[in-house]
């Protein structure tokens, strides 16, 4: 388990020690969120990206 | 400069940010030092002009003569006014609902604009001309590529875990937000929803998996510090969570109270007079609030409201609480708020020190509270004596409107049918008496068609 979110948590230098966080996040619900939002993330730039995703399969085809 | 007031308000005292606080009857917030950057940020970015003109944001006034904590002041402002202050234990499910989609659009802009908010809490949410509106300026804070969005448990806890419920397992859960100050703890919620709810991905995702997650990492000592999250993964996040919330119905079936004015047995005529009687009296009065005990699904209520009446329009039943908001949405009024209520159980001061959140006395005077086809459910189904709502209803308007339904009326009738009639002080005289120790009889009008009389009164307390 704690691989698996290893692979999903990106090292960088940012993390919740540099928000003026007032109240606790929670470490359970910051590593789901995490894991969450890491699956997420690759659907809604599909989502927000779908027709230009569309029209450049349709421009490819017509070639 | 005037300084060192100290009348805080007892519901602002969490975010070290800054605080509200009433000076000559209008609430200021103090934005403290430590918060500069932030406020800053917000003001310049945009992001305060983009929330606040598309109506998401209240908007405010800096106010630099009025200084709480000089020590400690950056700047003061004086955001405009909240007609009511509700709270989401009041809110029918749509409420809830709309409330937790505000809080969302407003993440989503903030991200786009570098900032994020650093809590979700229900209560920084307030309906004002139908509308919700986040009332807390000092909720965000710049945004730093890589960090999680810090309230997503709070989040859950006050929107997703109660709409859950309420969709899934039952409507009347939304009152464990009562008991549960920040939101109904997620693996409470885990056990109350049913096996169903888990085909849906978010509720699986951010309820089950994150109550799991919690149990799971709450004794282990993870240097979560050192991972980040991207941006476009936040926004994929609030994204799911929108979808998730905008996916969560609740259709309020015909309930016995939703379907009431349909059952009803006035005559056409008789609700007629009866709206007349209610608009003579109003017109006589002429009040700026009015709170509607009962209101159902707000046909009187609109009376009110319809004059440019701030109305509050109670009822204890969700479905007609659910279907009184949606006729507000669908017609974009403005002048009427409609709550929970259960009067035999009115709402309470909760909270830290019993302060944080007020009870519905705190919140009054009315200038009109309106009883109409109240008072044989309370006397008799709540056997409530008459000295007892007369004590009650003085404490909660200046003037008071109320229906007396005799017992020979068929609704009387039926409350009785199942029970043995104990109740041989319900008469006309006796509800006279004991209410003209409160009020002031001022008028008593018989409604056309039926037995019932409506009264206008005036509490004896006003001088």
Request: glycine fraction near 4%; charge should be positive.
């Amino acid at each position: 388990m704690e691989n698996f979110i290893s692979f999903l948590l990106l090292n960088g230098k940012h993390g919740i020690d540099n928000i003026y966080a007032y109240i606790d996040p929670g470490l359970g619900s910051v590593i789901i969120q995490v894991v969450i939002a890491a699956v997420l993330g690759f659907s809604y730039v599909i989502k927000a990206n779908f027709k230009r995703i569309i029209s450049f399969f349709r421009s490819s085809f017509r070639k | 400069m005037i300084n060192k007031i100290d009348t805080g308000i007892k519901s602002s005292f969490r975010d070290p940010s800054g605080f509200t606080f009433v000076y000559n009857g209008l609430i200021y917030r103090q934005v403290n030092l430590i918060y500069k950057q932030h406020y800053d940020y917000l003001m310049s970015s945009g992001l305060y002009k983009a929330l606040s003109n598309s109506g998401l944001l209240i908007p405010h006034s800096e106010n630099n003569l009025i200084v709480n904590e000089p020590d400690n002041c950056y700047k003061t402002i004086q955001p405009e006014s909240v007609p009511f202050i509700s709270y989401p234990y009041e809110w029918s499910f749509s409420q809830l609902k709309h409330a937790a989609l505000t809080t969302l659009e407003i993440q989503r802009t903030a991200l786009n604009f570098g900032m994020t908010l650093k809590d979700a809490s229900a209560y920084n949410i307030q309906f004002r001309n139908g509308k919700p509106i986040f009332i807390d300026t000092l909720s965000f804070e710049i945004y730093k590529e890589g960090s999680p969005w810090v309230a997503y448990k709070q989040f859950c806890q006050h929107f997703l875990a109660p709409l859950g419920l309420m969709s899934y397992t039952d409507i009347r859960l939304n009152q464990l937000l009562r008991i549960y100050i920040d939101g109904i703890p997620l693996d409470l919620a885990d056990k109350l929803l049913p096996f169903r709810a888990y085909f849906r991905f978010s509720l699986l995702a951010h309820i089950y998996l994150h109550a799991k997650s919690q149990k799971h990492f709450g004794n282990k000592e993870v240097d979560i510090n050192k991972h980040k999250i991207s941006r476009l993964s936040l926004l994929g996040l609030i994204d799911n969570l929108m979808c998730a919330v905008k996916g969560l119905n609740w259709k309020p079936k015909g309930t016995e109270w939703a379907d009431y004015y349909e059952n009803s047995n006035y005559s056409e005529e008789a609700m007629e007079y009866k709206k007349q009687i209610l608009t003579n009296f109003l017109d006589k009065i002429n009040p700026k609030s009015v709170w509607d005990f009962g209101a159902n699904r707000g046909m009187f209520s609109r009376i009110a409201s319809n004059r440019g009446l701030m109305t509050i329009s109670f009822d204890a039943d969700n479905a007609a609480v659910e279907r009184n908001y949606l006729e507000c949405v669908e017609k974009s009024e403005t002048n009427i708020l409609p709550l929970l209520l259960d009067l035999t159980n009115p709402t309470s001061a909760v909270g830290w020190d019993n302060e944080e959140r007020m009870s519905l006395r705190e919140r009054g005077p009315a200038d009109v509270v309106m009883a109409l086809a109240l008072v044989h459910h309370l006397a008799i189904s709540n056997n409530m004596p008459f000295k007892k709502l007369a004590e009650f209803f003085s404490k909660y308007g200046n003037w008071l409107i109320i229906e007396f339904i005799p017992k020979n009326d068929s609704n009387a009738k039926w409350l009785l049918k199942t029970r043995e009639d104990i109740f041989s002080d319900y008469t006309e005289t006796n509800f006279r008496e004991e209410f003209n120790k409160f009020f002031q009889i001022v008028e008593s009008v018989k409604i056309k068609d039926s037995e019932r009389i409506v009264y206008l009164m005036k509490n004896r307390g006003i001088k």
